[in-house]
């Protein structure tokens, strides 16, 4: 069964940072598309980052400003996503989601476009 566990997320002040973990089991593809998605109250599933399998190519969130970056670790089978500067519309909670056999990179943002999720993790940026 694929598995996708995220770690990391907390309660932090506007300015701090966090580091999101996102360890995945349980599938070996050769090329895919795995990254984080945030839904805060009442909002819609966005995308905020993701980074490819195959050549590490990555992929933000207009939002994101440059304060946060994505990462990989293959040896470990694992997914980081770096979050400096945080804001207060930060807040949600954080899924990391595959999407197994990509597609154009024009839909890789979307969460319609990935097939396994994560639970997710809470992330609180308090004012």
């Known amino acids: 069964e694929v598995q996708l566990v995220e770690s990391g997320g907390g309660l932090v002040q506007t300015g701090g940072s966090l580091r999101l973990s996102c360890a995945a089991s349980g599938f070996t593809f050769d090329d895919y598309i795995i990254g984080w998605f945030r839904q805060a109250p009442g909002k819609e599933r966005e995308g905020v980052a993701c980074?490819?399998?195959?050549?590490?190519?990555?992929y933000y969130a207009d939002f994101v400003k440059g304060r946060f970056t994505i990462s990989r670790d293959n040896a470990k089978n694992t997914v980081y996503l770096q979050m400096n500067s945080l804001e207060p519309d930060d807040t949600a909670v954080y899924y990391c989601a595959v999407e197994a056999r990509p597609l154009l990179p024009v839909v890789h943002m979307y969460a319609r476009a990935h097939d396994y999720w994560g639970r997710g993790t809470q992330v609180t940026v308090s004012s």
């Open positions: 980074i490819s399998s195959r050549d590490g190519s990555t």
